[in-house]
């Protein structure tokens, strides 16, 4: 798994990270280096993780607008839900309350 093997790297990135401070007597520069490398990566991991969620939310969108188009009693304009703006996701946020509220068995 792709997963597993960047894992391992990075593993092994900072054993080589252990191994150079005694070579370079943990100098300044040593640690200034080690640091920027350290910021411009958890820079980039930030960009990563986002997109990954980015692509998950798209793919789980997909799947429940799927589901809604394939259940005849479903209304089909909830489907571009995200479309909406907040106040519309309110209204129907508290309409969705009061069905719930009325079906709500005693």
Not at 61 to 82: G, P, T
């Amino acid at each position: 798994m792709a997963c597993a093997g960047v894992f391992l790297a990075a593993i092994g990135i900072i054993f080589l990270w252990l191994a150079t401070g005694p070579v370079y007597g943990f100098s300044d520069t040593w640690q200034l280096v080690m640091n920027t490398i350290t910021s411009v990566i958890t820079f980039l991991m930030v960009f990563l993780i986002q997109n990954t969620q980015a692509r998950d939310t798209r793919a789980i969108q997909l799947k429940l607008d799927e589901l809604l188009r394939s259940v005849k009693s479903a209304r089909n304009e909830l489907v571009r839900l995200e479309d909406l703006s907040d106040d519309e996701l309110d209204k129907l946020k508290e309409e969705f309350a009061r069905l719930a509220a009325v079906s709500k068995p005693e």
